[in-house]
Nanobody
Framework: EVQLVESGGGLVQAGGSLRLSCAAS????????IGWFRQAPGKEREGVSC????????YYKDSMQGRFTVSSDNAKNTVYLQMNSLKPEDTAVYYC???????????????????????WGQGTQVTVSS
């Protein structure tokens, strides 16, 4: 059974940091890319970052570049999203997702098309207070 389990969300003050984890099981982790998406109330789901487990390539939404860092521990089948300098507008439910096909497409699609991802976690709430 494929599972993606996010953890690490919570309440933090503006300027603070959180590290989200995405623990994967039930598929060959090294063959997949893992993406992070978020969805705020009343807004569409947006891509935040992704990492290719096959070669370690990373991608970020422009507004997150420099504040967020995605990394992968292939031995633990876990992907992390380190979020620094958090802002109230970062408040959302954060999801991780796994894609087998992602690297077949142009990188410009990686964070724009949730449909490219095969499996999704249940999400973890991040709330940033001002």
């Amino acid at each position: 059974e494929v599972q993606l389990v996010e953890s690490g969300g919570g309440l933090v003050q503006a300027g603070g940091s959180l590290r989200l984890s995405c623990a994967a099981s039930g598929f060959t982790f090294d063959d997949y890319a893992i993406g992070w998406f978020r969805q705020a109330p009343g807004k569409e789901r947006e891509g935040v970052s992704c990492i290719s487990n096959s070669d370690g390539s990373t991608y970020y939404k422009d507004s997150m570049q420099g504040r967020f860092t995605v990394s992968s521990d292939n031995a633990k089948n876990t992907v992390y999203l380190q979020m620094n300098s958090l802002k109230p507008e970062d408040t959302a439910v954060y999801y991780c997702a796994a894609s087998l096909r992602l690297t077949l497409y142009d990188p410009s699609y990686y964070l724009r098309l949730p449909s490219l991802y095969d499996y999704w976690g249940q999400g973890t709430q991040v709330t940033v207070s001002s």
